[in-house]
């Protein structure tokens, strides 16, 4: 535990069980002196997404414009642009994080894809114009039942032509080599687009 001496105005404070706390924009900033950029994303990821809001990314750029001296601005101010309500886990926003900051064009969020079975999936995230899907792979889809349904997905995605690139926290360790070989990917789709 890292003890944190702030001056703080009453906006910014709120009631949690009877006890005066931050509030998520003002802690948001916080960590922006501790966190990686990715991991900063995540968490304001977290904050306002769309299923389960807990504030904007309105009052996040509010509170990072109120307090120009603050240390972490830069990051902050990174990781507003990168923002995105709909990713829904942490590896997934550092997963998006690495391919925005790689500049690969085209990237959609939990894209919403019908397959011509009827069937209805997302993913995580996609390049719509190349019919490509990038998947983050964590430990949940080793479950048998998870594995099985995932195969199955995979599968009738790529029935309707849509290529699915699986990634895992190995690749997540060398975003050099992932994001070169994701390109590959795309330039050999060229011709969809």
């Given at each position: 535990?890292v003890?944190?001496?702030?001056?703080?105005?009453?906006?910014?404070?709120?009631?949690?069980?009877?006890?005066?706390?931050?509030?998520?924009?003002?802690?948001?900033?916080?960590?922006?002196?501790i966190?990686?950029?990715?991991?900063?994303v995540?968490?304001?990821?977290?904050l306002?997404?769309?299923?389960?809001?807990?504030?904007?990314?309105?009052?996040?750029?509010?509170v990072?414009?109120?307090n120009?001296?603050?240390?972490?601005?830069?990051?902050?101010?990174?990781?507003?642009e990168?923002?995105?309500?709909?990713?829904?886990?942490?590896?997934?926003?550092?997963?998006?994080?690495?391919?925005?900051?790689?500049?690969?064009?085209?990237?959609?969020?939990?894209?919403?894809?019908?397959?011509?079975?009827?069937w209805?999936?997302?993913?995580?995230?996609?390049?719509?114009?190349?019919?490509?899907?990038?998947?983050?792979?964590?430990?949940?889809?080793?479950?048998?039942?998870?594995?099985?349904?995932?195969?199955?997905?995979?599968?009738?995605l790529?029935?309707d032509?849509?290529?699915?690139?699986?990634?895992?926290?190995?690749?997540?360790?060398?975003p050099?080599?992932?994001?070169?070989?994701?390109?590959?990917?795309?330039?050999?789709?060229?011709?969809?687009?």
């Amino acid at each position: 535990m890292v003890g944190h001496k702030l001056q703080v105005r009453a906006e910014s404070l709120r009631m949690l069980g009877g006890l005066r706390a931050c509030s998520p924009e003002l802690v948001w900033c916080q960590l922006a002196t501790i966190l990686s950029l990715p991991d900063l994303v995540a968490a304001g990821d977290y904050l306002i997404h769309w299923r389960q809001p807990r504030t904007t990314r309105a009052f996040l750029s509010e509170v990072v414009r109120e307090n120009p001296g603050r240390r972490g601005k830069v990051a902050l101010r990174l990781a507003l642009e990168l923002l995105n309500d709909r990713s829904e886990s942490r590896k997934e926003s550092q997963l998006r994080v690495v391919l925005v900051q790689a500049r690969l064009d085209g990237l959609v969020a939990n894209l919403e894809v019908r397959t011509s079975g009827g069937w209805d999936y997302r993913g995580d995230l996609a390049f719509p114009k190349q019919k490509v899907i990038v998947e983050y792979q964590s430990d949940y889809h080793r479950d048998p039942a998870q594995f099985r349904a995932d195969m199955t997905r995979i599968s009738r995605l790529e029935a309707d032509g849509w290529f699915v690139i699986q990634v895992n926290a190995d690749d997540l360790r060398n975003p050099l080599e992932l994001v070169q070989r994701i390109r590959q990917v795309l330039a050999s789709r060229q011709d969809l687009v």
